[in-house]
């Protein structure tokens, strides 16, 4: 009989994908995939464009700021294959967290750098300094104290911040990217300023390596936006990519994350993920209609958008 040779599994096209406000940005990452550049050279290249677009007021410059007015970055980036990792969180006058992020990776013995000790690393590396408080987002803010009967000058003041968050607080977004580049190489990064009127000095799971985001070459990624405690205590990112490295496929891997995230909370998530398989299966999930995810290839002239599969919270 005649014998069959085994043909070698086929590379996916080098892809991003992305939470639905980082759709503009991929085609820059797309440009650097098919130059034959490191996904992590791309996920770097797409955070920083919308950290400095001053309309999303999710992310660095003109991010909505904490109760005090002060606009805290939170950033960090995966290399899947190497398994190395930055972050910086609570960063503040800088216009590129991701940035940093990748260089306290790259320069230093240590995964994550906070406040005072990420600014002054950032202003070691002469990372580009920035008013990142737009007029837009001080309207905002200044909008969002007279509700809680506050001013500015108050809230500097207030004794007791925590109740006036409770009343300003508002769940804000996050862009995140995941890639796989020409040799199979995974790379993911996130970028926040985080809930909207937040605590100052609040952490979300965007800077927490295996909450907001994780990739493994061998495996896949997967990255969060939305209700980011959910996903620092459910470790959700290192879940999903776990699931991957079982045979799960993207879309069940997403919606199983999701599903646990719901599990946490009585009144259900506001959880979203976006998960790639390293055979470049990709898919997404959520709990609210219309949430999209992007994504792009090499050889797609533009990004395009998906919905996201919605999980209702599951009886226990």
């Not at 991929?26 to 677009?53: F, M, T």
């Not at 990739?215 to 959910?230: I, K, M, N, P």
């Not at 009144?267 to 992007?294: D, F, M, P």
Request: proline fraction near 5%; charge should be positive.
């Amino acid at each position: 009989m005649p014998t069959t040779t085994a043909q070698p599994l086929r590379k996916p096209a080098p892809t991003i994908i992305s939470s639905g406000n980082g759709r503009a940005a991929l085609p820059a990452g797309v440009r650097i995939l098919a130059k034959g550049g490191s996904a992590l050279e791309a996920v770097e290249a797409c955070a920083r464009i919308v950290e400095a677009d001053p309309k999303d007021d999710t992310v660095g410059l003109g991010g909505l700021p904490n109760v005090l007015g002060v606009v805290e970055l939170d950033a960090s980036i995966v290399d899947g294959t190497t398994h190395t990792a930055g972050s910086v969180a609570a960063l503040t006058g800088f216009l590129h967290p991701i940035t940093v992020a990748r260089a306290v990776m790259e320069q230093l013995p240590h995964v994550m750098l906070v406040g005072a000790g990420a600014a002054r690393f950032a202003r070691e590396i002469g990372a580009e300094e920035a008013d990142l408080l737009t007029p837009d987002s001080r309207k905002h803010w200044i909008e969002r104290l007279r509700l809680a009967k506050h001013t500015p000058a108050s809230i500097a003041t207030a004794h007791a911040l925590g109740p006036v968050v409770l009343e300003m607080v508002k769940e804000r977004g996050t862009v995140n990217f995941i890639a796989i580049d020409k040799r199979g190489n995974v790379a993911s990064a996130v970028t926040t300023s985080g809930w909207g009127f937040k605590y100052p000095g609040r952490v979300g799971d965007s800077p927490i390596i295996g909450a907001g985001h994780y990739s493994d070459t061998r495996y896949g990624g997967a990255a969060c936006t939305g209700f980011g405690e959910l996903a620092m205590r459910n470790v959700t990112t290192k879940t999903a990519v776990d699931r991957l490295a079982r045979g799960e496929s993207a879309a069940e891997v997403a919606e199983e994350a999701i599903a646990d995230a719901n599990a946490l909370v009585g009144h259900g998530s506001r959880l979203n993920i976006v998960v790639l398989a390293a055979n470049g299966e990709h898919a997404a999930a959520t709990t609210k209609r219309g949430v999209q995810y992007a994504y792009q290839s090499v050889g797609m002239t533009r990004a395009a958008v998906r919905p996201r599969a919605i999980v209702r919270r599951r009886s226990r």
